[in-house]
C-alpha cells in the first residue's frame, strides 16, 4: 500500500503534496534538467573513450543519395544524374583524405582542392562541383539538408551538371566517430570519352572556380564493410529526452483532469512557468540538427 500510495504522490494531486503531482514541483523540474545533462555528458564521455561499443550509428547508401538527389532534380524539371565511378572514386579520396588529416573542409590544410581530385580519378571536366556533409544518420537527412541550404540547392539543381559520384565513410574525426558523406558532380566536355587519362588541375582552375564558387561537398561509400553494432549517442538522447516530453505532457493532463474534477483552486503559477520551460527545452533540444553540411 506504501508503495502504491508513494506512486500516487508522486504522478496525481493530492493533500499530500499540495494538490499538485510532486512530479511537476519545481524541484523534480530542476532533477530532471540534472539528469538529462549528466545523462548526455556520460554518453559522450561512452562515445569517445569506448568507440568499439558506443559511438555513431547511420544508415546512408549511395543508391538513396542518388535516388533522393535525382527526386528533388526531377521535382524541379532537371534531368537526372547518371553515378559516374571516377566520380565516386574521387569522392572517397577526398573523404580518406579528410579522414587521415583531420579536417573539415573543401581544400585540405596542404593547399589540395577538391578538383584535384576529380582530375586524378582520371574524370576531365568542363563544369564540377562538390557538396559535402557529416553527423548525419539518413540519406533522406543529408539530402533535405542540402536543400535547405541555397549553395549546396544550386549544386544539386543545377542543369549544367550531368555526373554525379558518391562516398560514404565511417571513422573518426576530432576523436569521434562520424560518418562522412561526399557528393560530387561532373560534366565532360563534348566528346570526351567515358575513361580518360588525368589531366592537371591547372587546366580547369578558371572553370572551376566560375561554377563551383558556391560551395559543396563530398561522399565516401562504405555500405559494404562490416562495423560492429553500435548504439547512437544522438538517438539515444533524442529517444531520451522525446520519452521525458510525452511522460510530463500526460502527468501534467492527469493533473489538471484531476484538478478540475475536484475543483481545486491553485495560484502557484511558478511551476507551470518552470514546467513550459523544461518543455521547451527538450523541444529544443529534439531540434536540434546532429548533421553538418559544407
Not at 11 to 21: D, E, M, Q, V, W
Not at 263 to 286: D, E, I, M, Q, Y
Request: aromatic residues 10%.
Amino acid at each position: 500500500m506504501k508503495f502504491i500510495e508513494a506512486l500516487l504522490h508522486f504522478f496525481t494531486p493530492r493533500s499530500s503534496n499540495n494538490h499538485k503531482a510532486k512530479a511537476l514541483h519545481v524541484v523534480s523540474l530542476s532533477t530532471y534538467i540534472s539528469l538529462l545533462l549528466v545523462f548526455q555528458i556520460i554518453l559522450t564521455g561512452l562515445a569517445r573513450f569506448s568507440p568499439g561499443v558506443l559511438g555513431y550509428a547511420s544508415n546512408i547508401t549511395t543508391m538513396d543519395l542518388l535516388k533522393f538527389s535525382n527526386e528533388k532534380r526531377q521535382s524541379a524539371g532537371v534531368s537526372e544524374l547518371v553515378l559516374n565511378s571516377q566520380l565516386s572514386a574521387a569522392a572517397a579520396a577526398k573523404a580518406a583524405d579528410m579522414f587521415t588529416n583531420q579536417y573539415w573542409a573543401h581544400t585540405s590544410p596542404a593547399g589540395r582542392n577538391p578538383w584535384s581530385f576529380i582530375t586524378n580519378a582520371g574524370y576531365t571536366y568542363l563544369f564540377a562541383g562538390e557538396n559535402l556533409a557529416r553527423d548525419f544518420g539518413d540519406s533522406r537527412g543529408v539530402v533535405e539538408a542540402w536543400m535547405n541550404s541555397p549553395s549546396h540547392k544550386e549544386n544539386l539543381f543545377n542543369s549544367r551538371y550531368q555526373d554525379v559520384g558518391f562516398a560514404v565513410v565511417n571513422g573518426k574525426y576530432n576523436g569521434y566517430e562520424t560518418t562522412l558523406v561526399v557528393q560530387m558532380f561532373g560534366t565532360r566536355p563534348s566528346g570526351v570519352a567515358t575513361v580518360e587519362e588525368s589531366v592537371q588541375p591547372q587546366t580547369q582552375i578558371l572553370e572551376e572556380k566560375s561554377v563551383t564558387a558556391s560551395g559543396g561537398g563530398i561522399v565516401l561509400n562504405t555500405q559494404n564493410k562490416n562495423f560492429p553494432p553500435k548504439i547512437d549517442v544522438f538517438g539515444v538522447t533524442k529517444n531520451v529526452s522525446l520519452a521525458l516530453t510525452i511522460g510530463l505532457l500526460i502527468i501534467l493532463g492527469i493533473d489538471g483532469i484531476l484538478a478540475y474534477q475536484r475543483k481545486v483552486v491553485r495560484l502557484s503559477g511558478h511551476n507551470f512557468a518552470h514546467l513550459v520551460f523544461l518543455l521547451t527545452l527538450l523541444v529544443a533540444l529534439n531540434l536540434i540538427g546532429r548533421g553538418v553540411i559544407l
